[in-house]
């Protein structure tokens, strides 16, 4: 069974990091696409960031470039996602989805468009003024 598990979230204030985790089980690693959203309450769901897994391209949202960095682990099956200079308007659930990248032309328009297949609970992150 496909399953995506995110963790690493938390408090911290504003300025401050953090690394968010998605564990991945059930697929194999070697051609995905692994995209990062978020959602604030009373907001649409928002996508950060995805990486490709065949070749390591990873693709941002204009906003998240210079503070957010998505980076993967072949050996541990796991995404990481890498939130640094942390305002308070980045608090938000983020959540992990995973589809086979295979057939599909990537870039960041579509790895936030694209219907992902499997997704996880999230992990909320709350950042304080």
């Known amino acids: 069974e496909v399953q995506l598990v995110e963790s690493g979230g938390g408090l911290v204030q504003a300025g401050g990091s953090l690394r968010l985790s998605c564990a991945f089980s059930?697929?194999?690693?070697?051609?995905?696409?692994i995209g990062w959203f978020r959602q604030a309450p009373g907001k649409e769901r928002e996508g950060v960031s995805c990486?490709?897994?065949?070749?390591?391209?990873?693709y941002y949202a204009d906003s998240m470039k210079g503070r957010f960095a998505v980076s993967s682990d072949y050996d541990k099956n796991t995404v990481y996602l890498q939130l640094n200079s942390l305002k308070p308007d980045d608090t938000a659930t983020y959540s992990c989805?995973?589809?086979?990248?295979?057939?599909?032309?990537?870039?960041?328009?579509?790895?936030?468009?694209?219907?992902?297949?499997?997704w996880g609970q999230g992990t909320q992150v709350t950042v304080s003024s």
């Open positions: 989805a995973a589809s086979p990248a295979e057939g599909v032309t990537w870039s960041w328009p579509k790895c936030r468009q694209y219907e992902y297949d499997y």
């Open positions: 059930g697929f194999r690693f070697d051609d995905y696409a």
């Open positions: 990486i490709i897994t065949r070749d390591g391209s990873t």
